[in-house]
């Protein structure tokens, strides 16, 4: 005799598996490595210290 199958375990295991390759295909498409983050992080802050390098001081004249 076949043994019962549990349908809701299997919907589920279904339901985990099509999430899994839809956030398989986002990260691919988005997803960006931890050193592309980093890279892009260090950019900013360099172009952050070369503006406030150039920018200038005000006097303060009475």
Avoid at 35 to 62: G, I, N, S
């Amino acid at each position: 005799m076949a043994e019962p199958v549990n349908l809701n375990r299997f919907r589920k295991q279904k339901a985990r598996a099509e999430n899994k390759a839809r956030a398989d295909e986002n990260a691919v498409k988005f997803g960006r490595t931890k050193a592309e983050k980093l890279q892009e992080r260090a950019l900013a802050e360099k172009a952050e210290k070369t503006l406030d390098a150039h920018r200038r001081e005000d006097d303060e004249r009475p």
